[in-house]
Nanobody, 115 residues
Framework: QVQLVESGGGSVQYGGSLRLSCTTS????????GAWYRQLQENQRELIAD???????SYSNFVKGRFAISRNSGGTTIYLEMNNLTPGDTALYYC?????????WGQGTQVTVSS
């Protein structure tokens, strides 16, 4: 069973920055895509960014230019660098590993942005 552990969430003010991390025990992200999602209150989870094993990156329009997804060289961790945060970014953020028969989720980390 693959376990993903998110960290780095917290409370920041409008315009602030946070860096989220999602760590596994093995080089999962060298073989499977890593992605970040968020869930705003009772809404469905929405995709923020995706990073394929060969390095292709895609972003949702609402975070383009503000957020960046990356991966460490060992493939054990993906990151989400978030800049220029607004109250609209307040949500529970989840990481996901998918591909090669895998679809695993972390437990989520809360991000709260105050005005």
């Amino acid at each position: 069973q693959v376990q993903l552990v998110e960290s780095g969430g917290g409370s920041v003010q409008y315009g602030g920055s946070l860096r989220l991390s999602c760590t596994t025990s093995g080089p999962i992200f060298s073989h499977a895509s890593g992605a970040w999602y968020r869930q705003l209150q009772e809404n469905q989870r929405e995709l923020i960014a995706d990073l394929t094993p060969n390095g292709r990156v895609s972003y949702s329009n609402f975070v383009k230019g503000r957020f960046a997804i990356s991966r460490n060289s060992g493939g054990t961790t993906i990151y989400l660098e978030m800049n220029n945060l607004t109250p609209g970014d307040t949500a529970l953020y989840y990481c996901n590993a998918n591909g090669q028969g895998l679809n695993a989720w972390g437990q989520g980390t809360q991000v709260t942005v105050s005005s």
